[in-house]
């Protein structure tokens, strides 16, 4: 065969390959969200949309301190439940990779076992815990530790707080569990044998060489929380309100297509600058050499 | 007087290990395993895989526990410190350079754990690097280097610690044949420069004979002969070790005679008799075997005055360039000769060889099945 039939050959099983999927994508993903991006520049006259493009809808949440909160209190949710979740999933993810030996793929399906049962579910078992008259309230009781039940435990920012760790934390054990699983055995017996003690083996070689994972964990964890409206909203009380509410009924009560669009917008714009600006700050320092060229 | 004892004497024990036992659930992998690694001395563990060379080696670096046994190290008990508190270095298999440090901060690794002074830490990392002759690629990653640069590299990152014994787990596996050939010179010129005693482990007995003061031979989680090169080579101490180093011919045979010193021997094999030197664990009762190298079978015109002749077919021949191997059939046994090339030998025919008494051996054991043309 020529090689420009090869060549030729190969960029068709591309293109069949390839093309459903992006056929899909951009009718199902890329058009609406065009089409929502074109929304918001128009304007809403009681219930016509007015077609006349202006950046009316943008300056109007950017001038609002309600807008601007709601966009940094889902960011910050977005990180600090995502740092929460590493704290948490780094012991389990190593513990998983590199001390069981027999019950792997046990361990492993018993965490994703939660994300089985819906986030309806898991959210009222929830409130069974931390309710007032809660298991938790009196458990705390009938050991005396309190005389009266903690109202905060449910409808809070903690609540929220807690069941979203919950929610969100085998996204973050499992990248760092393959990345941890990848990362070969010798490279923490050569920090041991020089001279690291078990805390200093973690901070210099196995944080630094599941990176990756610990990357992918953040960003997935992170856009899940911001995206999440219903734990929030169930479990946070009047604490509730969150940026994806607000578009929420935006389009639902409210009827107000063109401000729910550039709000939708400014948070997706915000999201995306953050990612990039964690997978360029990656790339750029040494973690991310280590991962990218270590097997 | 062995090799051994005379080092150990001259130089002192570093290393002394005792009945160490290992066993994974129900397998042992090493079945009490005695032996002493010398001062300043280049000891090498050889053995097939799956022997039980590495697990020794982990279990001294402190990465495998020890199911029974001991092992000192300068008389103090290893047991129970941990690895990072041991006075021993590894050089690993696949090298474990940290992907995401500089080759300079690879080294300087182990030297930022003692808590050194910087420009002590910069003094040793740039001498080690000299050592090694990476100075120029002090400032590179790992990946960026060569397989032969990151060996060298792995090595300085763990003499640089100074420690008392260096472990090398097979460190030039990953080398293609010209590179490895040139390590082995500088590993060892690198073990007489630094006066340091390595432990290296390998199952390549041509590497083992190139660097090693002392070879322990090791198969099925035991060890077979301890010894100087020459002595493994020209006084194995059974069939597995003679077959072993440079696959001796292996005769069966039956002592007829023992000579009061138990030096030598009467044996009576398929291809004749000979009186010969034996190794010390042959007695009269036990199974026993010759062993001829190749390179001792001489062709021949007349019968040897003093030695072993016979007459055989010849069965196959392997070119070698100046020499070429022939096996032949004597009786029911299979026996290579290596002989010159411009020997007159062709396949069918029968040649006359033989050996000199001196140059035949007796050890202790039956053949393994082998035997062929290696």
Not at chain 2, 204 to 224: H, P
Not at chain 2, 331 to 354: N, R, T
């Amino acid at each position: 065969m020529k090689m420009v039939t090869i060549e030729r050959e190969r960029l068709r099983t591309a293109l069949l390959l390839t093309t459903p999927n992006l056929l899909f994508i951009t009718a199902f993903c890329v058009l609406p969200l065009a089409v929502l991006f074109s929304y918001s520049f128009f304007q809403v006259d009681f219930v016509s949309i007015l077609r006349e493009p202006t950046l009316d809808n943008y300056s109007r949440i950017a001038e609002s301190a309600t807008y601007r909160g709601l966009v940094a209190k889902a960011l910050l949710y977005g990180l600090g439940i995502a740092s929460l979740c590493a704290l948490i999933a780094y012991p389990i993810a190593f513990y998983i990779a590199k001390r069981v030996k027999v019950y792997k793929a046990a361990l492993l399906t018993l965490l994703l076992i939660p994300l089985y049962t819906g986030d309806l579910i898991r959210i009222f078992a929830w409130r069974v815990v931390l309710g007032a008259e809660g298991v938790l309230n009196s458990l705390l009781l009938w050991l005396g530790i309190i005389s009266e039940p903690i109202w905060v435990l449910l409808f809070s920012p903690f609540a929220t707080t807690v069941v979203l760790t919950y929610n969100y934390l085998p996204f973050m054990i499992f990248p760092l569990w393959a990345a941890i699983e990848a990362m070969d055995d010798s490279y923490i017996e050569a920090a041991m044998d020089l001279g690291c003690r078990h805390v200093a083996v973690f901070f210099k070689v196995v944080l630094p060489l599941s990176g990756a994972g610990l990357v992918a964990g953040f960003l997935m964890v992170f856009a899940l929380v911001v995206g999440d409206y219903l734990t929030p909203q169930l479990m946070g009380g009047s604490s509730g309100v969150t940026v994806t509410s607000a578009i929420h009924d935006m389009f639902g009560a409210a009827f107000d297509w063109p401000t729910g669009s550039a709000l939708a917008w400014i948070l997706l714009a915000s999201m995306i600058l953050f990612v990039v600006c964690v997978l360029y700050a990656f790339y750029r320092s040494p973690w991310g050499r280590g991962v990218r060229r270590s097997k | 007087m062995t090799y051994l004892d005379q080092t150990l004497s001259a130089s002192g024990s570093l290393l002394e290990a005792r009945g160490i036992i290992k066993d994974y659930g129900s397998v042992r992998a090493v079945d009490g395993v005695d032996f002493e690694i010398p001062n300043n001395c280049f000891v090498t563990i050889l053995g097939p895989s799956g022997c039980g060379k590495t697990t020794i080696l982990r279990m001294i670096g402190g990465f495998e526990s020890i199911t029974e046994g001991s092992l000192r190290l300068d008389g103090e008990p290893l047991m129970h410190v941990m690895p990072y508190e041991r006075p021993i270095n590894t050089v690993f298999q696949n090298y474990a350079l940290f992907p995401h440090l500089r080759v300079a901060d690879n080294l300087a690794f182990g030297l930022k754990l003692q808590k050194l002074a910087q420009n002590e830490i910069e003094r040793r990392v740039h001498r080690a690097l000299e050592t090694v002759q990476m100075t120029s690629l002090a400032e590179r990653y790992p990946s960026q280097l060569s397989g032969g640069q990151q060996q060298r590299v792995a090595l300085a990152r763990a003499f640089i610690n100074e420690p008392k014994l260096l472990l090398l787990d097979e460190p030039l596996g990953a080398l293609d044949l010209k590179m490895r050939r040139h390590m082995q010179v500088e590993l060892k010129d690198l073990q007489q420069r630094l006066a340091m005693s390595f432990l290296y482990v390998t199952h390549d007995q041509e590497e083992a004979f190139a660097l090693s003061d002392i070879i322990i031979v090791m198969n099925g989680g035991r060890i077979e002969q301890i010894g100087s090169p020459e002595e493994i080579y020209h006084s194995p101490l059974n069939t597995y070790v003679a077959d072993f180093i440079g696959g001796a011919n292996l005769i069966s045979g039956t002592i007829t005679k023992m000579h009061g010193t138990h030096s030598t021997a009467m044996i009576h094999t398929g291809i004749g008799d000979v009186e010969a030197e034996c190794s010390t664990s042959v007695t009269a009762h036990e199974p026993a075997s010759l062993c001829i190298r190749s390179e001792d079978l001489q062709h021949l015109q007349v019968p040897l005055a003093d030695g072993l002749t016979f007459n055989a077919t010849v069965t196959h021949i392997i070119f070698q360039g100046s020499s070429k191997l022939v096996e032949v059939k004597v009786a029911d046994e299979k026996v290579v000769a290596k002989l010159d090339h411009d020997v007159p030998a062709l396949v069918g025919e029968s040649i006359m060889l033989g050996v000199e008494h001196n140059r035949c051996r007796i050890v202790h054991g039956k053949p393994f099945a082998s035997g062929n043309i290696q």
